[in-house]
């Protein structure tokens, strides 16, 4: 994404550690919490969709939403009428989770089996974006995020699309990540006792296929380049 | 998974169909919704990771969370000292949503690029798994749910790995399910001004690589076939 500032060379001092706030510690599994800003802005960067959680009339919703990352705000949207959205406006504390499963974890006993994951969690309370250059922005990251060059290279929303999208904006200042990454960590009694059975990783990957052109193409259009040459990032 | 009934053959009847309660009813993209509890099974059976939103001191938190599924009953585990967890076995109400990403939309206009997804949303409020024999059940389910044959084919839990595992049941009595498939949905002013621009999708998978040994196995270990042969289900 253009709109964002690029990972600090190697060598140089690292963006701020993440804070732990009492939401923002990791309990459960603490050896595989990072505190590495940079580490956060990879994860997220890598996502397409991240889950938003907010109550609505005392229900949790966890809805997969677009978002886009400029610095440290997160920026999502969505139509006025999504009522999660309109509760997320009004300022209720949010919770918004990317994960990338990276691999099936194979062990020797049921219990150690597990995932090998990154996972960013962000706690706020979201930001409705009011002025019109931010929401410009906030939707060009947005679009950016989701289809890199495409803001540039297709019609930019007109007053009509404006008026129908809320643009919200979540600061990174409470977040958290959480990494698995390696083998099974199996009690010392079931590796001696199964030196015969495997164990190990199954990656887990997403990736990208050809693209479809869409039926109301005429024939010969080609590929653009930001299309055909997309890759997705990587852990790094 | 073995203990998961199969798919009505075609032209048999179907299961029920997904209800439709005040949380349950997909009310933005109505267009998107199905209402075919075998579609419902097959998201969730295709899934690797759901995400569990529940509220702990007047925050929502997101989690990723493991999961399987037993005919109309999800199973979820997780550590005793996790506070979603615990606050999720107080009966407090929960949401739990499995998303595939299957494809980046790409328009003419920045407003019509989306995502081609399958989301399955369950609201409810979860139940304690006490018994014994549906404890292992849960627990099987779940094990085979991530990886398939691993139940019978590792240890089992043995008393203090039980003791240290929550088990908990979330009946998919209120359900939804929401599936984006197909071409970009533009204006038909920005098909016929942008004839020469390309649009379409890029589709959007997970893949599964070689198995990667632990390295604490012995050499010429071989991969066993249900994690070489393992394929991840896909939509039908």
């Not at 706030?21 to 956060?40: H, K, Q, V, Y």
């Not at 296929?209 to 653009?224: I, Q, R, Y």
Request: net charge neutral.
């Amino acid at each position: 994404m253009p709109t964002t500032p690029p990972r600090p060379p190697t060598g140089q001092p690292a963006a701020a550690a993440l804070s732990a706030t009492p939401r923002s510690t990791i309990r459960r599994g603490a050896r595989r919490a990072r505190t590495d800003r940079a580490e956060l802005y990879a994860v997220l960067d890598a996502g397409l969709v991240g889950h938003l959680g907010v109550s609505v009339d005392g229900s949790p919703y966890v809805l997969p939403t677009g978002y886009g990352r400029d610095g440290d705000t997160l920026y999502l949207h969505g139509s006025t009428g999504a009522a999660t959205l309109r509760a997320a406006a009004a300022g209720t504390p949010v919770c918004f989770t990317v994960t990338h499963v990276d691999g099936v974890v194979y062990a020797r006993s049921a219990f150690h089996h597990s995932m090998n994951y990154r996972c960013a969690v962000v706690h706020g309370a979201a930001r409705v974006v009011t002025d019109p250059a931010e929401r410009l922005l906030g939707l060009q990251v947005l679009t950016d995020h989701l289809a890199p060059g495409s803001w540039a290279a297709t019609r930019q929303p007109d007053r009509r699309e404006l008026a129908a999208t809320v643009v919200l904006a979540l600061d990174l200042a409470e977040a958290s990540l959480k990494v698995r990454t390696g083998p099974p960590g199996d009690d010392e009694r079931d590796v001696a006792a199964n030196a015969g059975d495997w164990a190990g990783v199954l990656p887990v990957s997403t990736v990208l296929g050809a693209p479809e052109p869409c039926p109301l193409l005429p024939d010969g259009v080609p590929v653009p380049a930001r299309v055909r040459e997309r890759g997705l990032s990587r852990p790094g």
